[in-house]
């Protein structure tokens, strides 16, 4: 009897002992199933690292412009003067000198012609009179007392001679002066640089009015012509700094500033331009006003250019290279970025940075990223293997990864 209990008590040790292991292995394989069905649960959003360079460059308040010429410049012609040739037509570019149209100056030309012979004559004229009267002087000396009387009088006939001669002298002169600068004025010029915009050959309009000549549309002065939603309009000031950056080359960028703000004049055709955001559509029944930015010193754009006017000055940092805000860099024995492999799914990658700009909280990513790579903004618990999705609506903020986030973030007690 006593031999069959401690044979039976052998028996059971022996099944609790694999009852035990076989907990064992249930629990692992639990353990690595959960791990393994959670990694295929967990997804990330990853995005190109060009298109988050231009999100950071651009700001929250873009506007869109147009490059126009801050004014006309508007050119009268002599309604006195004919008109010779004309050297530009409509459309034409023109720099400052550049020829506009001549008046014809050949009765100005003949009239000075004209005029230095006769000042040549009443020159000689007026020689002779002097000769005649120096010598009346002299017989003056020894003549007899009615000669006398005779001779004063031709001197003073001489003399009167000489004076008319003079005056005539003087006013010849004088036309000649008024008449070179007839033919000095004769050829006009550009005074700006620009493109003809309209040649008036009728010197009135259908009113009546009198109208220029030529006019040239500036473009030597350029200014950038903005339109603003009513909603958003007043949260623009004047002399406000902004950037206004090229739409064709985003890495020209210059300083600006605005200059006026057109509350009292409506668009007329609101479809010009869109008001904020570059490609979003905006509200069709939202009024839009104008306004205008100035630009410091020179730049490249083109009148009519289309271009950004930000109100984030951040877009003047020309900094060269990429530039990661912070959030997507990991600093830990190895500084690293999570990028997405060729596995669809995201993993450490080392990269080298240089610095980090304290301003802007961004570090200059020397190597190991290329802007074509996509990349994950770094989170609590992230790990290797986790599903990189590139669209957010895609993530399953559910998943086991957020929700650790949720309890790292919400810790139980606090």
């Keep these: 009897m006593r031999e069959r209990i401690v044979s039976l008590t052998k028996k059971q040790t022996v099944i609790l002992v694999v009852l035990a292991v076989v907990l064992l292995i249930i629990a692992i394989l639990g353990c690595f199933l959960l791990k393994h069905s959670s990694g295929k649960k967990d997804k990330v959003y990853v995005q190109k690292v060009s298109d988050i360079l231009n999100e950071q460059k651009s700001g929250s308040n873009k506007y869109m412009g147009v490059i126009e010429s801050e004014g006309n410049k508007e050119i009268l012609r002599d309604p006195e003067r004919k008109i010779q040739e004309i050297y530009v037509k409509e459309g034409d570019e023109v720099q400052v000198g550049t020829k506009l149209f001549s008046y014809d100056v050949d009765d100005a030309q003949n009239a000075i ?4 012979i006769e000042i040549e004559s009443s020159n000689n004229s007026i020689s002779d009179y002097n000769d005649s009267i120096k010598n009346l002087e002299e017989e003056k000396k020894t003549a007899d007392e009615q000669r006398v009387k005779e001779i004063e009088y031709e001197i003073r006939e001489n003399q009167n001679k000489v004076r008319e001669e003079q005056l005539n ?17 004769g ?30 549309y500036q473009n030597d002065k350029l200014r950038v012509k903005g339109m603003v939603e009513e909603e958003t309009a007043r949260s623009l000031k004047k002399d406000q700094e902004v950037a206004v950056r090229s739409r064709v080359n985003e890495d020209e960028v210059y300083k600006g500033k605005i200059v006026q703000i057109d509350l009292d004049k409506k668009a007329e055709n609101e479809n010009e331009m869109q008001g904020q955001g570059s490609e979003e559509k905006q509200n069709d029944k939202s009024s839009k006003y104008p306004f205008y930015v100035e630009i410091e010193g020179e730049n490249k754009f ?19 290279g990429i530039w990661l805000d912070a959030s997507y860099v990991v600093n830990a024995d190895k500084t690293f970025v999570w ?16 610095e980090l ?10 190597s190991g990223l290329k802007t074509s790579d996509y990349i994950a903004c770094d989170m609590p618990g992230l790990y290797d293997g986790v599903t990189a999705v590139r669209n957010q609506s895609d993530v399953d903020y559910k998943s086991p990864l957020y929700k ?8 139980i007690g606090e």
């Design 113 to 116: 012609d004209s005029a230095k």
């Design 169 to 185: 002298v003087d006013l010849k002169k004088a036309e000649i002066e008024k008449n070179q600068k007839i033919v000095k004025s």
């Design 187 to 216: 050829v006009i010029v550009s005074t700006v640089t620009g493109v003809v915009k309209k040649i008036n050959k009728d010197e009135k309009d259908a009113q009546g009015n009198e109208t220029p000549y030529i006019v040239i």
């Design 302 to 320: 083109l009148l009519g250019e289309h271009v950004y006017v930000d109100t984030d000055l951040s877009s003047l940092d020309k900094k060269k």
């Design 339 to 354: 990028v997405e492999n060729k596995d669809k799914s995201i993993e450490k990658r080392n990269v080298k940075v240089k």
């Design 357 to 366: 700009d304290e301003n802007s909280n961004k570090y200059h990513i020397i």
């Design 404 to 411: 650790k986030i949720r309890n790292t973030a919400n810790p």
